[in-house]
Antibody
């Protein structure tokens, strides 16, 4: 059974950095991209970026470029999303999601979500 | 690539047939996916590649379209279908989502 299990909720101060983990099981980690998606309260889904666990290659959304780092550790089957210089509008639920196919991307399995609260 | 869904919200009854549309700001071939999201839950993939039904998704869900115009149809609404639906283009990065369509019970 494919599973993506994310780390727990975080409370951070403005300007701080948060790092969320996404540990996968039930498939070969290196074979599928991992995406990260943000959902802020009352807002829609926003794609943040992806990592290819096979070689560590990444792509990022321009809105988060320079503040986000996505990595993958094949030894632990875990992907990470680190977001720095946190501000109030970063308060959101963050999801990791597996990419179903490199040739026709879509996200077939998702983590449970991690709530990040930004508050002084 | 900007994705625009319509309507933004929709009221319907159990048993109704409903259609949600999604328009891309440029051609994306069939690199279009549909997701269902319920409060407090992760999004669920319904349709990928514009018209392919994801495994385990009821056949009352269907998708169509290519190029810039796409539709998601639910042939006969069930109580569990009341949720928010998002389209997503995966033709190129940055991957982008539509703003969502909230489907409510009439």
């Amino acid at each position: 059974e494919v599973q993506l299990v994310q780390s727990g909720a975080e409370v951070k101060k403005p300007g701080a950095t948060v790092k969320i983990s996404c540990t996968v099981s039930g498939y070969t980690f290196a074979d599928y991209y991992i995406h990260w998606v943000q959902q802020a309260p009352g807002k829609g889904l926003e794609w943040m970026g992806l990592v290819d666990p096979e070689d560590g290659d990444t792509k990022y959304a321009e809105r988060f470029q320079g503040r986000v780092t996505i990595t993958a550790d094949t030894s632990s089957n875990t992907a990470y999303m680190e977001l720095g210089s946190l501000r109030s509008d970063d308060m959101a639920v963050y999801y990791c999601a597996r990419d179903r196919s490199r040739s026709c991307p879509s996200n077939d399995f998702w983590g449970q979500g991690t709530l990040v609260t930004v508050s002084s | 690539i900007q994705m625009t869904q319509s309507p933004s919200s929709l009221s319907a009854s159990v048993g109704d047939r409903v259609t949600i549309t999604c328009r891309a700001s440029q051609s994306i071939s069939t690199y279009l996916n549909w997701y269902q999201r319920k409060p407090g839950k992760a999004p669920k993939l319904l349709i990928y590649a514009a018209s392919s039904l994801q495994s385990g998704v009821p056949s009352r869900f269907s998708g169509s379209g290519s190029g810039t115009d796409f539709t998601l149809t639910v042939s006969s609404l069930q109580p569990e279908d009341f949720a928010t639906y998002y389209c997503q283009q995966s033709y190129t990065t940055p991957i982008t989502f539509g703003q969502g369509t909230r489907l409510e019970i009439k």
